[in-house]
């Protein structure tokens, strides 16, 4: 469904992607772990163009972009085949919350008004906003915008919808709500790719985890493979930093 072949990207001489090579399955949840700057958002941002790769190919589908001799229609397609929920939200202050949702529906999509509400509507209802539709994103937890971010990937209805690292502008207490949305979706068969630093739930959710570091896939397969069965030693010195009680086996 998604195939990433021989993906480069460069800021100046800041080497971030250096010939990243996934595949990504209809239905795969895939998480992508690893330290900072390991270029794990920058992949996810590749993936939509919200970042141009520099070298290598983007596959969905039945489409393909030739990153050297990227097609403006293409990257156009591209875009509406998928769908990012940011850190930050990313939300439109001046708009309402069914309107954060509509809006790409409308504009993108060219659906009636009265469609999109609809849409907008039962989604906001489907991840627990449908008290909120009239709300506007300042008077939200941080927990509740990112759902609003969450119906908004949801309601384009795409081919995979990207998570960049969507609990670490959280406070504690409010990732939970989030990742339960999370695996809600994930259990409905939508295909997903999830930056992610929790691990415990990279393990639960994901048919597939990836192990970047330094612009490069040092491992990838089953969790229980790369989180308790590494078979690299980048892999397990990364584990054993951030998990409290590694039970990771060598």
Same mark, same amino acid.
């Given at each position: 469904? #998604?195939?990433? $072949? ?5 800021? $100046?001489?800041?080497?971030?992607? *250096? ?31 919200? !970042?141009? &790769?520099? !070298? ?20 156009? =397609? ?38 999109? +509400? ?19 994103? =300042? =008077? ?6 990112? +759902?609003?971010? #969450? ?13 960049? !690292? &969507? ?5 504690? !207490? /409010? ?40 612009? =490069?896939?040092?491992?990838?397969? &089953? &969790?229980?493979? #790369? ?6 030693? +980048?892999?397990? *010195?990364?584990?054993?930093?951030? /998990? ?5 086996? #060598?």
């Amino acid at each position: 469904m #998604i195939l990433l $072949k021989h993906i480069h990207k460069k800021f $100046k001489n800041n080497h971030v992607l *250096k010939g990243i090579d996934l595949e990504v399955s209809k239905g795969d949840v895939v998480t992508i772990i690893g330290p900072s700057g390991s270029g794990k958002t920058t992949l996810l941002r590749c993936v939509n163009y919200l !970042e141009k &790769p520099d !070298e290598g190919t983007i596959s969905i589908h039945d489409l393909t972009i030739q990153t050297k001799k990227p097609v403006k229609k293409d990257i156009l =397609q591209l875009r509406r085949r998928t769908a990012m929920v940011f850190q930050h939200y990313n939300l439109f202050e001046n708009k309402t919350v069914l309107e954060n949702v509509t809006e790409g529906l409308i504009v993108a999509q060219k659906k009636s008004k009265k469609m999109a +509400r609809e849409i907008g509507i039962d989604i906001l209802t489907k991840v627990g906003l449908a008290d909120k539709i009239n709300a506007y994103p =300042q =008077q939200l937890s941080g927990g509740q915008k990112q +759902r609003v971010g #969450i119906a908004r990937a949801l309601a384009l209805n795409p081919d995979v919808i990207l998570f960049d !690292e &969507p609990t670490s502008a959280l406070d504690p !207490e /409010m990732v939970g709500e989030v990742l339960e949305i999370i695996r809600e979706i994930a259990s409905g068969g939508v295909t997903m790719m999830i930056v992610t630093h929790e691990i415990d739930f990279a393990r639960e959710v994901s048919n597939r985890v990836v192990f970047m570091d330094d612009g =490069q896939i040092i491992e990838q397969g &089953p &969790p229980d493979d #790369i989180l308790i069965h590494p078979k690299q030693e +980048r892999t397990r *010195k990364f584990l054993k930093r951030i /998990m409290k009680e590694p039970d990771f086996t #060598i």
